[in-house]
């Protein structure tokens, strides 16, 4: 899969910060330091460089960039049953695109208004603003990927839609500036990240099915 390693989202952010950095370095403007210091700092946000993922089929991989702040048995509110749910905060020196944790068909996709609280809260995953997906493996096992944005965030965005299939590693969503993603899993999945474990997208196992 091939798309630039600066994300399509940040673009138009990326292209303003550096219009307004060149023509105040034009001017000697005492500002342009401090643009160039936001334009270096967008520029790193909306970076999206390529992974490599793992071989094996039987996997879940990370959907997001970041730390690993929850895993416990929950209900799966999305399809009302038991599950594993394992948490990835981003802040906002994160990548913030999203890859799909696992190829299969997209079951239902579910979006619901919220709040923006500090999404490394608990309460962030059933009060924010969020977005989620619920994959069908081949296999007949069910996986809910959540978007859920955060005390910054303020732009959910994802590109996949009821019916469609996704494949694992393949981007389908962005969050901007600072966000969290939940991952509810089969009980059967077998977790293999620890708390507080930094994780990338589509290069970290997650769990085992």
């Given at each position: 899969m091939n798309y630039p390693i600066i994300a399509k989202e940040g673009w138009l952010f990326v292209g303003l910060s550096s219009f307004l950095s060149l023509f105040l370095t034009y001017i000697q403007s005492p500002f342009c330091l401090v643009s160039w210091v936001i334009t270096v700092f967008i520029l790193q946000f909306f970076r999206d460089p390529l992974r490599k993922k793992p071989a094996d089929q039987n996997v879940i991989l990370s959907a997001a960039d970041g730390k690993v702040i929850a895993i416990e048995k929950v209900k799966d509110p999305y399809q009302n049953k038991n599950a594993l749910k394992v948490s990835v905060f981003m802040n906002v020196f994160n990548v913030h695109s999203n890859k799909g944790p696992i190829s299969g068909k997209i079951l239902e996709k579910f979006y619901f208004p919220g709040k923006f609280l500090n999404a490394a809260l608990s309460k962030?995953?059933?009060?924010?603003?969020?977005?989620?997906?619920?994959?069908?493996?081949?296999?007949?096992e069910t996986i809910t990927c959540v978007q859920i944005a955060g005390l910054i965030?303020?732009?959910?965005?994802?590109y996949k839609n009821k019916g469609e299939n996704i494949s694992s590693g393949e981007r389908y969503g962005f969050i901007r500036f600072g966000s969290r993603v939940d991952l509810y899993l089969p009980l059967n999945?077998?977790?293999?990240?620890?708390?507080?474990?930094?994780?990338?997208?589509?290069?970290?196992?997650i769990a085992t099915l």
């Open positions: 962030a995953s059933l009060e924010n603003e969020r977005c989620a997906i619920v994959i069908e493996t081949e296999n007949g965030a303020r732009r959910i965005l994802c999945a077998k977790i293999k990240v620890n708390l507080g474990q930094v994780v990338k997208n589509t290069e970290s196992v």
